[in-house]
């Protein structure tokens, strides 16, 4: 875990919602060779190109699925590449840095794109992620997972996805579950940025559907005792997404006897430096290990 974590010293201090998020300035910085003598030439995982989970106006939805070369613990993890709900295509050969050290400790992770706004709004990508954990749960025994060990992550837009998925996936007994989360500097309420004037709108213009539908989207309003086990991080200096988003819902899961931890990285805005990365990446390789890796197999639990 230290040698992966040593390649994340390059990553710019601050990233923008617009943006895919960590994932493309970690992904540029490293195949750039900013870090290259840290990081060494490790064989690739095995990866899954361009698996299609559905269409969309005559288009295909993708996920990629990369494997872990050993120490295979049949989890997957959901990563979510959304930047200001644009979810960006980049070659998953480079989008393996990113996720090596999640891969080095044998999870398998799919990293799901949606349809990108401006073409799309968030109801509409709520839908294509919802689509996809479906693919997912179906595809747990070709890929070695165990369908009850799936859990979702994904940075600021990233982010309110995961959450979606953490708050909304387990409130029907049958259907595919998420059993935890981890989601950094998230939106969790929406209705703020949709005020009349707020310039926010034409910025994420995925923010332009019917607010009535706010709180079905929001997943603040969407918290239940049912929810998957939730870990948050988020700067105390964020003000694009400021750190109330992840402090309101972490009171919302403890009223609702959610498990749920928050780690606030302090002076940090949207956008963290390599010891805020550091420190991230460990927290969600414990919450994992602590909700994923220790829950019962499925096949122990039936």
Known sequence: MQYSLACLASVPRRI???????????????TAGVASEACGKDTLPKIRKDVVYG???????????????????GIGLMFMVSGGWVSTWMPP???????????????????????????????????????ALGHVDKACEE?????????????????????????????????????????????????PYKTDGNPRMDQFPALKFDSNRNDEFSPLRQVSSVDAPTLLVHGDKDDLVPLSHSENIKE??????????????????????????????????????KHLDERPNQSSSE
């Open 16 to 30: 923008g919602l617009r943006r895919i998020g960590l994932l493309g300035a970690i992904a540029w910085s490293l």
């Open 55 to 73: 269409h969309k106006d005559g288009m295909a939805l993708t996920m990629d699925v990369f494997e872990p070369e050993s120490k295979r613990k």
């Open 93 to 131: 050969a480079q989008m393996s840095n990113f996720f090596k050290p999640l891969l080095d400790e044998g999870y398998t992770i799919i990293a799901v794109r949606h349809g990108s706004s401006p073409k799309y709004v968030i109801p509409e990508i709520v839908e294509d992620v919802r689509k």
């Open 143 to 191: 890929w070695q997972i165990d369908k009850s060990k799936l859990g979702v992550f994904g940075f600021s837009a990233g982010g309110h996805l995961s959450l979606m998925l953490g708050t909304t996936a387990n409130d029907t007994k049958r259907g595919p579950r998420i059993a935890a989360v981890a989601a950094v500097f998230p939106p969790t309420d929406l209705a």
């Open 252 to 289: 919302a899961f403890s009223k609702s006897e959610v498990p749920c931890n928050l780690v606030v990285i302090q002076g940090a805005a949207h956008g963290f430096d390599a010891e805020g990365n550091r420190v991230m990446f460990e927290s969600m390789r414990d919450w994992f290990k």
